[in-house]
């Protein structure tokens, strides 16, 4: 089966730093996607992991225990525009969506 | 590149009718996906293709569900009869194989049709 849990919302202030986590239970697991979706707009592709360990992209990092079927999003530096819902994907037998973390991002 | 194009943006119909929705991949994409975005459910993966051939449809809601791919460059979902609980935004995607071969590089998604069936 395939279960993955985040968090439903998150607010944070323009400047700081958020970690969005996520936890998964994945049969055949092969690795865990990371999708940025602004309100009313189709979701774009932010990270994927196979291997443990942290990945960076500029202001945003991913993060992977392939033990502990976990990962997170670390956004640094945040800004306004980082407003949008996070959802992360875990890619198995097939693909599972999470629910979705909506983060609010305060001046 | 236009990116991924889908047709019609909105669509609104009656209960029983036919909907066809239709996909055009970014060109030399090789993987498809249809995946279907409500308040209740999240995004839901219905089906992939990879090189036309479907792939995993375990996702397709019931029989009146059916997707296809006559070429690479266009694929449709159809649902027939369509049901009010069908209403959602429905999302293509395209991506190109990874180095290991499986569908596991960036997925490009495209504006996505928003259904209402009344």
């Known amino acids: 089966g395939q279960n993955i849990d985040q968090p439903t919302e998150m607010t944070a202030t323009e400047g700081a730093i958020v970690q969005i986590n996520c936890t998964y239970q994945t049969s055949g697991f092969n690795g865990l996607f990371w999708y940025q979706q602004h309100a009313g707009e189709a979701p774009t592709f932010l990270s994927y992991?196979?291997?443990?360990g942290l990945e960076e992209k500029g202001r945003f990092s991913s993060f992977l225990s392939r033990s502990k079927g976990y990962s997170y999003l670390l956004l640094k530096e945040l800004q306004m525009k980082d407003s949008a819902s996070y959802l992360c994907?875990?890619?198995?037998?097939?693909?599972?969506f999470g629910p979705g973390t909506r983060l609010s991002v305060l001046p | 590149d236009a990116g991924v194009i889908q047709s019609p943006r909105h669509e609104v119909t009656e209960m029983g009718q036919e909907v066809t929705l239709r996909c055009k991949p970014i060109s030399g994409h090789d993987y498809l996906f249809w995946y279907r975005q409500t308040m209740m459910r999240g995004l839901e993966l219905l089906i992939y293709f990879n090189n036309n051939v479907p792939i995993d449809d375990s996702g397709m809601p019931e029989d009146r569900f059916s997707a296809k791919m006559p070429n690479a460059s266009f694929s449709t979902l159809k649902i027939q009869p369509s049901e009010p609980r069908d209403s959602a935004v429905y999302f293509c995607a395209s991506s190109l194989s990874s180095g290991t071969g499986g569908p596991t590089d960036t997925q490009y998604f495209g504006p996505g049709t928003r259904l209402t069936v009344l």
């Open positions: 992991n196979v291997l443990d």
């Open positions: 994907a875990s890619y198995g037998q097939n693909f599972v």
